[in-house]
């Protein structure tokens, strides 16, 4: 199976989160493209939903189409819940990297 760019998102996210370097930069790029990931896959679950209530309000509709929105239901919810668990683990890793490098900054200053 081919990594879609989510997935390897996903993966350099718990590299980080398992203390991999990171510089400040690639930090506030990961929180953005996470950030975006989360809205995406949250918007593409809310349309699957509002879809398969549409479809379950209709008598006509074929199984096939509800079957096909929940089938896709099941695959982005894993996703979106686990790129909205590593964002939210990703914030506090952010503010102890930047504590480091603040920290890090001042003891430069102080040595010169």
């Given at each position: ?83 909205s668990s590593l964002l939210a683990d990703l914030e506090p890793r952010a503010r102890e990297l930047r504590t480091s490098w ?11």
């Open positions: 199976m081919a990594e879609t760019p989510d997935l390897a998102l996903l993966e350099r996210l718990r590299k980080v989160l398992d203390d991999q370097p990171v510089t400040e930069t690639e930090l506030r790029a990961l929180i953005e493209q996470t950030d975006g990931l989360v809205r995406t896959l949250g918007a593409h679950l809310a349309g699957s939903e509002r879809r398969i209530s549409e479809l379950n309000e209709h008598e006509d509709s074929s199984l096939t189409e509800i079957a096909t929105e929940l089938q896709r239901v099941e695959e982005l919810r894993p996703r979106f819940e686990e790129a603040l920290l890090g900054k001042a003891e430069e200053s102080r040595s010169r």
